[in-house]
């Protein structure tokens, strides 16, 4: 199931199949997103609700057409400062949707999530076989994000199938923490969820105030809970306040672990995923996590940590 084969993954998505693709975020489960069928059983493989629309990754070459090849409806200005600046990469950009896309990808919104990956294994599949790929992270719904081929294997175990579908070993996510999705079709635009383009990047460049993301919930991302390893995930402020929860923890009786990295934000970006499934592993009960500061990547690590944590009632009430 897991394989570096890029020609073979090419085929199972012209057969319909599905295949995990590396990206430098997350991994995604792809499907060609002009196949109804099989972008119908990403939702089915995965639970999600079908409601929860999916992005579209295209290939490098796509982003300079004037439409992004058809994916997009009229592309505006900032769509393009965008697109140049930040594509290939983590950036996922919400704009009209063009004629290349179908109602199942987007649950019959008007909008569509538009990215280049900048992965080369995945940058070669796109050019290769010129599909859109209709792709959600490659979890189960609401659970934590894998950042590994061997991630996606243990989620997807049993429901993918050998002769149909793949997994496209791409070694580990070299970011971490899904894309910055940015909302462009309103006025000004919106950051839907933070990640390694920051917020306040976006705005520098397109020279404008950009606002945190208002109104209904639009994006998975936007749950109150979500990204959940088995383990009651508790927040610190700092270190002093984590081993005061680890001492109570403790005394309780329970499994407890103490996740700190906020020496290094990349790393712990890099590793959270990883970190969180270790804690599973590991029979965790209770992992308590510091918090970085919120800047930079800081604010993306606080938003996947506090929806980890969420709706868990914390030993200190
Ligand atoms: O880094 C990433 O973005 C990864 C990799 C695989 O590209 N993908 C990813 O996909 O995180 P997913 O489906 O787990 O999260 C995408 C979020 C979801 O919350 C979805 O609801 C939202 O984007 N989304 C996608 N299209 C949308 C649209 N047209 N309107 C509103 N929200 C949308
Ligand atoms: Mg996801």
Not at 11 to 25: H, Q
Not at 77 to 104: D, K, N, S, Y
Not at 270 to 293: F, K, N
């Amino acid at each position: 199931m897991i394989s570096t084969d890029i020609a073979e993954a090419a085929a199972r998505l012209a057969a319909g199949g599905l295949v995990a693709i590396p990206t430098e975020t997350v991994y995604g489960l792809a499907a060609n997103a002009e196949d109804d069928a099989a972008v119908a059983r990403i939702f089915a493989v995965k639970q999600r609700p079908t409601d929860h629309p999916l992005i579209v990754h295209l290939a490098a070459s796509e982003a300079d057409t004037v439409d992004f090849g058809g994916w997009a409806g009229v592309v505006a200005p900032g769509a393009r400062i965008l697109a140049e600046a930040c594509w290939p990469g983590p950036l996922t950009m919400l704009v009209g949707a063009g004629p290349r896309v179908h109602r199942v990808v987007t649950g019959g919104r008007p909008t569509v999530g538009l990215r280049v990956p900048a992965h080369p294994l995945t940058q070669d599949l796109l050019e290769r076989t010129g599909f859109g790929l209709a792709a959600p992270s490659a979890n189960r719904f609401g659970r934590v994000s894998p950042t590994s081929a061997e991630h996606v294997a243990v989620d997807l175990d049993g429901v993918l199938d050998d002769r149909r579908d793949l997994i496209l070993d791409g070694g580990p996510s070299a970011i971490g923490v899904e894309s910055t999705i940015v909302d462009l079709t309103v006025e000004p635009p919106q950051i839907l969820r933070s990640g390694a383009i920051g917020d306040d990047e976006i705005g520098r460049l397109l020279d404008t105030t950009v606002d945190a993301a208002s109104g209904p919930s639009r994006a998975a991302g936007m749950l109150a809970s979500h990204y959940a390893p088995n383990a009651r995930v508790v927040l610190a402020d700092d270190r002093h306040q984590a081993d005061d929860l680890l001492a109570a923890e403790r005394q309780a009786g329970r499994e407890v672990a103490v996740l700190d990295r906020t020496d290094d934000l990349v790393v712990a970006a890099q590793r959270l995923y990883s970190d969180l499934r270790d804690a599973d592993r590991h029979g965790v009960e209770t992992l308590i996590v510091v918090l970085p500061e919120a800047t930079g990547l800081g604010i993306a690590l606080r938003d996947r940590l506090t929806k980890a944590s969420a709706d868990r009632p914390s030993p200190t009430g």
